[in-house]
């Protein structure tokens, strides 16, 4: 039996997985909605659109992080030895502000 599902002629390089999510059906016109906003869109890039903005905001909000005691006196080390010397970023500390000129 041959398959009539048309294969893309050339494959993207990053290996994918599928993620299977039970969605309400009483919700999808409300994404239909949001997915229409989104020009060249569909659901999926969609959805994984959202979900990679949400995983990238929880990750970035992380206040605590963990680390072992060889890691943490490493941390320890970088946040007392003294700050390296970056003339361009004091140069840019003695201009004005773009409002203030």
Do not use: C, G, Q
């Amino acid at each position: 039996m041959e398959s009539t599902r048309n294969e893309p002629t050339e494959r993207k390089k990053s290996p994918k997985k599928v993620v299977n999510i039970k969605y309400p059906i009483t919700r999808l016109a409300l994404l239909d909605k949001a997915v229409k906003l989104h020009a060249n869109s569909d659901r999926t890039k969609y959805i994984i659109e959202a979900v990679n903005r949400a995983v990238e905001n929880d990750l970035l909000n992380r206040r605590d992080f963990f680390l072992n005691d060889r890691d943490f006196k490493e941390f320890e080390k970088i946040l007392n030895s003294p700050p390296r010397d970056i003339k361009t970023l004091k140069a840019l500390f003695k201009e004005k502000a773009p409002w203030e000129k």
